[in-house]
């Protein structure tokens, strides 16, 4: 009988569902797009009923595009946005508020205040991370202070926490799994990162009750299965959890310590396996466990980029100047250059390495012969400037820079956005055959679980090259184009 393995992908913007056989061939892909909440500047949404929506959704196309029962499935992996905070009813299963968006900045200045009191030292040595908003610990604060008897209730073990990873798993096994694994923990603030459990001191600092969190898991094992699940048969085993990025570096197959790749989604993010010791940065990185499989835990450097596709959405949405997304290439490609135009897409804070929540979106260069196609080229620049700064970061850190960037993510289709990311890095970039390697990797981590492959020897033979894009630019041009980049950063 025919292995058959889902991963539900739940996104920032939507949720992909992909359906692989034993062979690694996809018998389906299907996205669903859902509804983003923004309820004061700064403020980002997710209605926790519209995201299981959009994964009932998908599931059910997917089962249709493939031709296949639920029956025939071996195994379910789950990879998802990280740091989105939600918190539930354990009895009803209901959410006390919509999640809170990982790009949410309502925090930056309880942030702030803790880093006054100098509470930041000690919670990088202890997580790997810095003390921003991004992260779920602040948010999580948030709602238990904000919603009315939230803290109360969670203190008496009523209500459960999570990341997207452990709402899905609880929805999907019908309530018996409270479950998160060591990558999704890593990015709370609130897990030890060498002894990867729950740490004492960082709940205590954080007010939160320890009643209220998952179970820390490894990102492949099998943690229980499915029941009263929409769309689906009971007795599937949901059996592979990953944070996106982290399932994205699996399904890029970069197991050896010096991989790395760039995922372009909803935001951009550079990760590079370090193995089984991890190394704080010196240079605005973070330091994240990469996954947990057979008892062993990796650990990946990483820098994140708040804002890169969600740059595109602003223009098709906010600006009206595209249609879809995708038709910011052929709008970029009216003009030979960005005519001089920069965009710094800091249009939820900056990220790695520069750690600015305050910084706001800027654009400089106007002139009266700009054009869309400029602005259009400019934010394509904007993400690959990013990008950039990350892989400097990283270099410093590691002692020299990566020979190659392998890249994904819905973006990475952008051949003109490629050739500039290679122009600026002056490092060839791979693009794989297949983009949807955040899917990939979920599902990689469902089927070894299952059985369904034997070993990531067997996983990383699978992978192909799609395009290899060689820099083209001179070392002067590429430097001129630095400087007016981190001129605008300054400004920002």
């Given at each position: 009988?025919?292995?058959?393995?889902?991963?539900?992908?739940?996104?920032?913007?939507?949720?992909?569902?992909?359906?692989?056989?034993?062979?690694?061939?996809?018998?389906?892909?299907?996205?669903?797009?859902?509804?983003?909440?923004?309820?004061?500047?700064?403020?980002?949404?997710?209605?926790?009923?519209?995201?299981?929506?959009?994964?009932?959704?998908?599931?059910?196309?997917?089962?249709?595009?493939?031709?296949?029962?639920?029956?025939?499935?071996?195994?379910?992996?789950?990879?998802?946005?990280?740091?989105?905070?939600?918190?539930?009813?354990?009895?009803?299963?209901?959410?006390?508020?919509?999640?809170?968006?990982?790009?949410?900045?309502?925090?930056?200045?309880?942030?702030?205040?803790?880093?006054?009191?100098?509470?930041?030292?000690?919670?990088?040595?202890?997580?790997?991370?810095?003390?921003?908003?991004?992260?779920?610990?602040?948010?999580?604060?948030?709602?238990?202070?904000?919603?009315?008897?939230?803290?109360?209730?969670?203190?008496?073990?009523?209500?459960?926490?999570?990341?997207?990873?452990?709402?899905?798993?609880?929805?999907?096994?019908?309530?018996?799994?409270?479950?998160?694994?060591?990558?999704?923990?890593?990015?709370?603030?609130?897990?030890?990162?060498?002894?990867?459990?729950?740490?004492?001191?960082?709940?205590?600092?954080?007010?939160?009750?320890?009643?209220?969190?998952?179970?820390?898991?490894?990102?492949?094992?099998?943690?229980?299965?499915?029941?009263?699940?929409?769309?689906?048969?009971?007795?599937?085993?949901?059996?592979?959890?990953?944070?996106?990025?982290?399932?994205?570096?699996?399904?890029?197959?970069?197991?050896?310590?010096?991989?790395?790749?760039?995922?372009?989604?909803?935001?951009?993010?550079?990760?590079?396996?370090?193995?089984?010791?991890?190394?704080?940065?010196?240079?605005?990185?973070?330091?994240?466990?990469?996954?947990?499989?057979?008892?062993?835990?990796?650990?990946?450097?990483?820098?994140?980029?708040?804002?890169?596709?969600?740059?595109?959405?602003?223009?098709?949405?906010?600006?009206?100047?595209?249609?879809k997304s995708s038709d910011v290439e052929a709008l970029a490609r009216t003009v030979k250059d960005s005519g001089d135009l920069v965009f710094v897409p800091a249009l939820a804070g900056l990220g790695a390495p520069h750690w600015r929540p305050e910084a706001r979106g800027l654009v400089s260069g106007i002139h009266r012969g700009t054009t869309a196609g400029h602005l259009a080229r400019a934010v394509?620049?904007?993400?690959?400037?990013?990008?950039?700064?990350?892989?400097?970061?990283?270099?410093?850190?590691?002692g020299h820079p990566a020979p190659v960037f392998r890249v994904d993510g819905g973006a990475s289709a952008n051949d003109l956005l490629m050739q500039f990311q290679a122009d600026i890095l002056g490092v060839p970039v791979e693009r794989p055959r297949m983009l949807e390697t955040t899917a990939l990797g979920a599902a990689f981590l469902a089927g070894l679980a299952a059985g369904v492959w034997s070993?990531?020897?067997?996983?990383?033979?699978?992978?192909?090259?799609?395009?290899?894009?060689?820099?083209?630019?001179?070392?002067?041009?590429?430097?001129?184009?630095?400087?007016?980049?981190?001129?605008?950063?300054?400004?920002?």
């Amino acid at each position: 009988m025919a292995s058959y393995v889902m991963a539900i992908d739940q996104g920032t913007t939507g949720t992909t569902v992909l359906i692989l056989d034993g062979r690694l061939a996809i018998r389906a892909r299907v996205n669903q797009e859902f509804r983003q909440i923004f309820p004061k500047p700064g403020w980002v949404e997710h209605d926790l009923d519209d995201i299981w929506g959009s994964v009932h959704s998908a599931v059910l196309r997917a089962l249709r595009e493939a031709g296949l029962s639920g029956s025939e499935l071996s195994a379910i992996g789950i990879t998802n946005q990280r740091e989105t905070v939600a918190l539930w009813d354990r009895r009803s299963g209901k959410p006390i508020h919509n999640a809170i968006v990982w790009q949410d900045r309502r925090t930056a200045e309880l942030c702030a205040r803790l880093k006054e009191e100098g509470r930041e030292p000690f919670i990088r040595e202890r997580t790997g991370l810095v003390l921003d908003p991004y992260f779920s610990a602040t948010k999580l604060l948030w709602l238990l202070d904000e919603v009315r008897g939230a803290r109360e209730k969670a203190e008496k073990g009523q209500l459960a926490f999570g990341t997207i990873d452990s709402f899905l798993a609880w929805r999907l096994t019908g309530g018996a799994a409270h479950v998160t694994d060591v990558s999704n923990a890593s990015r709370t603030l609130l897990m030890d990162l060498r002894q990867c459990q729950w740490d004492a001191q960082l709940l205590e600092l954080f007010r939160v009750p320890r009643a209220v969190l998952p179970e820390i898991r490894s990102s492949s094992e099998v943690y229980g299965t499915t029941r009263n699940a929409r769309g689906l048969p009971d007795g599937i085993p949901v059996c592979g959890i990953a944070g996106d990025q982290q399932a994205a570096l699996f399904g890029q197959a970069c197991f050896r310590p010096g991989e790395a790749k760039c995922t372009y989604g909803t935001g951009a993010f550079l990760l590079q396996t370090l193995g089984e010791e991890p190394v704080i940065s010196r240079h605005g990185l973070l330091t994240t466990v990469a996954w947990r499989v057979g008892g062993v835990t990796q650990y990946a450097l990483e820098g994140s980029a708040f804002v890169a596709g969600a740059a595109v959405q602003w223009l098709r949405d906010q600006m009206k100047l595209i249609e879809k997304s995708s038709d910011v290439e052929a709008l970029a490609r009216t003009v030979k250059d960005s005519g001089d135009l920069v965009f710094v897409p800091a249009l939820a804070g900056l990220g790695a390495p520069h750690w600015r929540p305050e910084a706001r979106g800027l654009v400089s260069g106007i002139h009266r012969g700009t054009t869309a196609g400029h602005l259009a080229r400019a934010v394509l620049e904007g993400i690959a400037f990013q990008i950039h700064d990350l892989a400097e970061a990283m270099a410093k850190d590691a002692g020299h820079p990566a020979p190659v960037f392998r890249v994904d993510g819905g973006a990475s289709a952008n051949d003109l956005l490629m050739q500039f990311q290679a122009d600026i890095l002056g490092v060839p970039v791979e693009r794989p055959r297949m983009l949807e390697t955040t899917a990939l990797g979920a599902a990689f981590l469902a089927g070894l679980a299952a059985g369904v492959w034997s070993s990531s020897d067997e996983i990383r033979r699978s992978f192909k090259v799609g395009k290899r894009f060689e820099p083209k630019l001179k070392a002067e041009d590429r430097e001129r184009h630095l400087a007016r980049w981190r001129r605008a950063v300054a400004a920002a």
